[in-house]
């Protein structure tokens, strides 16, 4: 059996393979671990539980919330909102555990859970190893008055607005935003918070049932967001997914913005005004060429990590540095936040054009994106995705071809067999072409 964390904690079908047992004993387990692990300093030990609006989180909460009480935690059921609101509320309610359940960009039927240590952080691998193999052990739980209490807290969201607010560097007065809220977590949050700051906004995306997250909406179904910013005349529009940890943009005629050039604009925005630690930026080794090149062409640093928001947060405390993300819209502010947050982004996005009084498609042009082609090739043996000589023959080929006008970047996926081969390029063509030839041989050399 694989590891059940994977790089976003706890995550797979609801009542399949995230049941109500499973994310109970999680629960307990993660509660004991982190007690053994003096983490609690002998009181009694707080948590703050939040969901998105998914059907199945209604059950998965009770699951979560009767797990922890059980195990001797005091809970604070925040209800629904965005994930960093709840990275965001474990520090500032001092909890000594956040418990988030969401399954982020990924469909209705899906969910997940993923854990918050106390300053808000998401727990390291070796403390999720430990919860893991602490499932299903015998303990001696608390009984009497030793027992957790339970009350709702879902007011605390106004404190996260309120911070969402307070960062904001000037008025959004005279910007008409549309806002797509993914019919998830951030569908009462993002309009509050960007009407507050200012702007005129027109929602759409913001009826979530249970059912609809994510479906034909939000940052990764930017169709309806491009068709409502050009029918109400919007100066931009900001998209979110499920848990709102990530942002997209859409320009006023309707032209995608995505998280390689909102950091490419916020990057320069920070080091205009002083707060851009180290002149550094840290990005994933997905970022477009374009994105690097700018950035070092305007004498910033960029420091590359694996995919995965949870690698660049790493990389950023380590080097103590500020700012990162993602291409997919994960951005991290570190001055603002402890995670992604697609709210917070889309907030200092509208600012930039603000201050600048420059509409986006004109920030945009800080960067040019080199056409970048994907091609997922499934069903082979990833683990020799870099030794098979006929594979390093050919992208050593592909190199040679593009020389310092593109790259090439296979990376075996984490969670199934399959490899992906990324290839950016001057031309969509020419990329389309050497992606093709080298997932042939990805076939050849691996199936």
Not at 118 to 125: I, V, Y
Not at 224 to 234: D, I, N, S
Not at 293 to 318: P, S
Not at 389 to 412: I, N
């Amino acid at each position: 059996m694989g590891r059940l964390f994977g790089t976003d904690g706890v995550r797979g079908l609801a009542n399949r393979d995230l049941t109500a047992p499973l994310a109970m004993d999680l629960s307990v387990a993660a509660a004991r671990v982190l007690g053994e692990a003096g983490a609690f300093q002998g009181h009694r030990p707080l948590a703050v539980v939040g969901r998105d609006p998914r059907a199945s989180g209604e059950f998965l909460e009770a699951a979560v919330v009767a797990g922890l009480a059980s195990a001797g935690v005091e809970v604070l059921r925040l209800g629904v909102l965005p994930t960093p609101a709840v990275a965001y509320l474990t520090h500032t309610l001092t909890a000594d555990l956040g418990v988030m359940l969401s399954a982020s960009h990924n469909p209705a039927p899906d969910n997940g859970i993923k854990f918050f240590d106390r300053s808000g952080h998401k727990l390291p691998d070796e403390i999720e190893d430990r919860i893991e193999a602490a499932l299903g052990q015998d303990w001696d739980p608390p009984t009497g008055a030793a027992v957790g209490r339970v009350r709702d807290a879902y007011g605390a969201v106004e404190q996260y607005v309120a911070h969402l607010v307070s960062t904001v560097p000037v008025s959004l007065d005279g910007l008409r935003v549309v806002v797509d809220c993914a019919n998830g977590a951030s569908s009462d949050v993002a309009p509050e918070a960007l009407r507050r700051a200012g702007a005129e906004v027109i929602t759409i995306g913001a009826a979530p049932d249970g059912l609809n997250i994510n479906s034909g909406c939000g940052s990764t179904h930017l169709e309806a967001l491009r068709q409502a910013v050009r029918e109400h005349g919007a100066d931009a529009g900001i998209a979110n997914d499920g848990d709102a940890d990530r942002c997209l943009a859409v320009t006023a005629s309707g032209e995608p913005i995505d998280g390689d050039q909102i950091m490419a604009i916020l990057a320069l925005e920070l080091r205009e005004s002083g707060r851009l630690p180290a002149d550094t930026v840290v990005a994933t080794v997905m970022s477009n060429l374009g994105f690097k090149n700018a950035l070092r062409e305007a004498g910033l640093t960029v420091v590359e990590t694996a995919v995965g928001d949870r690698y660049v947060l790493e990389a950023m405390k380590e080097g103590g540095f500020g700012f990162g993300g993602e291409q997919s819209g994960h951005v991290i502010m570190l001055e603002h936040a402890t995670t992604g947050d697609g709210v917070l982004t889309g907030l200092h996005l509208l600012a930039a054009m603000a201050r600048r009084g420059r509409p986006l498609d004109e920030l945009a042009k800080v960067m040019t994106r080199l056409p970048q082609v994907l091609v997922n090739v499934k069903g082979v043996d990833k683990s020799r995705a870099h030794t098979a000589p006929e594979l390093t023959a050919a992208v050593a080929a592909a190199e040679a071809e593009l020389g310092d006008t593109g790259r090439v970047l296979l990376r075996p996926s984490g969670t199934e067999p399959m490899v992906r081969v990324m290839v950016e390029a001057a031309s969509e063509q020419q990329a389309q072409q050497i992606a093709d030839r080298l997932a042939e041989v990805v076939r050849t050399a691996l199936g």
